[in-house]
């Protein structure tokens, strides 16, 4: 199948500090991207839907100037946790589809990035 | 909104049993539904997905089908190993994926 990085897998920061999660595309091109948010022993929440070349679609609750979403080719989505505070400490998960298998592909998904703020 | 709902939470059987995960959704105006293992601490792992046009797909001992007009998908894992304990999601996609809440299941050996 098709494979999804996602870097870096662990990063630990202090309160306060800006952290950029990547999420790369290795072997087909990604139009949309989206970002999830695990809890422990919880479902993925979606956070935004990324798009190449134009503003990410952040849900509902999502402060998109807290999460900072770039899509600036067909293969790089960034997840930039702006001024972290112990409370976004999460499991951020991203994933991606093949733009030419369109709304019906398989959706691939990154090995998550695990934040931790002290 | 779409609702996804799986059950059991949790699931824990012997080593060798076959067995059954369910998956709900209330909105049948899906593309496909996926069905994916996750690990703990890592990410997911497509097992699965099914079009919509479509009533059930294999690999290996997987079967996953889909009963769109019931909003009903199973997940039926034969011959169960301990390596198969995992966390199991299934997915609905409209213009979104919207997951289920996971069954997490052991296989004791």
């Known amino acids: 199948g098709a494979v999804v990085s996602q870097h870096p897998s662990r990063v630990i920061c202090k309160s306060g500090t800006s952290v950029k999660i990547e999420c790369r595309s290795l072997d087909f091109q990604a139009t949309t991207m989206f970002w999830y948010r695990q809890f422990p022993k919880q479902s993925l929440m979606l956070m935004a839907t990324s798009n190449e070349g134009s503003k990410a679609t952040y849900e509902q609750g999502v402060e998109k100037d807290k999460f900072l979403i770039n899509h600036a080719s067909l293969t790089l989505s960034t997840l930039t946790v702006t001024s972290a505070h112990p409370e976004d400490s999460s499991f951020y998960i991203c994933s991606a589809r093949d733009r030419l298998t369109g709304n019906t592909g398989e959706l691939f998904f990154g090995e998550g990035s695990r934040l931790t703020v002290l | 909104k779409q609702e996804v709902t799986q059950i059991p939470a949790a699931l824990s059987v012997p080593e060798g049993e076959n067995l059954v995960l369910n998956c709900s959704f209330t909105d049948s105006a899906i593309y496909n539904l996926q069905w994916f293992r996750q690990d703990p601490g890592k990410g997911l792992t497509s097992l699965l997905l099914?079009?919509?046009?479509?009533r059930e797909q294999t690999s290996g001992r997987l079967n996953a089908s889909l009963d769109k007009s019931s909003g009903r998908s199973t997940l039926y894992i034969a011959a169960s190993q301990p390596g198969d304990s995992a966390t199991y999601l299934c997915a609905a996609t409209g213009n979104q994926f919207y997951f289920g809440t996971g069954t997490s299941l052991t296989v004791i050996p």
């Open positions: 099914i079009q919509s046009s479509q």
